[in-house]
């Protein structure tokens, strides 16, 4: 991890924030802090957050993973991801276009829409912005190269 910040479960505390870091990026509000893994700095300030679904087949779906922007560089994302990889062994997710070469220094690949989690996908298949967004599926499996 780093010496910046540290990770932890999100509490009912941190949800306006979650939701307002939510609405900035353009997403729904959250209604719950389950499955909400959070990163805060010295202050206890959240500087990123995770939150997984499960596919019924009990493989983790990251949607989302959010950086504040002024966090951004600093191995927030990595170390989310990185922790929750760790904890379930195989993470799959829809990537926003302009950041899967972010998630590929990661060793993500892309995978087939049909191996993400229906309640995942569908997110991105009703979005109105899916042809500027170019979604990509991805996953990886700990020890994936």
Same mark, same amino acid.
């Given at each position: 991890?780093?010496?910046?910040?540290?990770?932890?479960?999100?509490?009912?505390?941190?949800?306006?924030?979650?939701?307002?870091?939510?609405?900035?990026?353009?997403?729904?509000?959250?209604?719950?802090?389950?499955?909400? +893994?959070? /990163?805060?700095? !010295?202050?206890? &300030?959240?500087? =990123? $957050?995770?939150?997984?679904?499960?596919?019924?087949?009990?493989?983790?779906?990251?949607?989302?993973?959010?950086?504040?922007?002024?966090?951004?560089?600093?191995?927030?994302?990595?170390?989310?991801?990185?922790?929750?990889?760790?904890?379930?062994?195989?993470?799959?997710?829809?990537? +926003?276009? /302009?950041?899967? !070469?972010?998630? &590929?220094?990661? =060793? $993500?690949?892309?995978?087939?829409?049909?191996?993400?989690?229906?309640?995942?996908?569908?997110?991105?298949?009703?979005?109105?912005?899916?042809?500027?967004?170019?979604?990509?599926?991805?996953?990886?499996?700990?020890?994936?190269?």
């Amino acid at each position: 991890m780093s010496d910046l910040f540290t990770i932890r479960d999100a509490c009912e505390d941190d949800l306006p924030t979650l939701n307002a870091y939510n609405y900035n990026e353009g997403m729904d509000a959250f209604s719950s802090v389950e499955n909400i +893994r959070v /990163a805060v700095n !010295g202050a206890g &300030e959240i500087v =990123g $957050y995770l939150r997984l679904a499960f596919s019924p087949e009990g493989i983790a779906h990251v949607n989302p993973v959010v950086t504040y922007p002024t966090w951004r560089g600093y191995g927030v994302g990595r170390a989310l991801m990185d922790e929750a990889l760790e904890r379930y062994g195989e993470l799959r997710f829809v990537a +926003r276009g /302009a950041s899967v !070469g972010f998630y &590929e220094k990661l =060793g $993500y690949h892309a995978i087939p829409w049909e191996d993400v989690c229906l309640d995942v996908a569908e997110d991105c298949r009703i979005c109105t912005l899916m042809d500027e967004c170019k979604p990509q599926p991805m996953g990886k499996k700990k020890g994936d190269e």
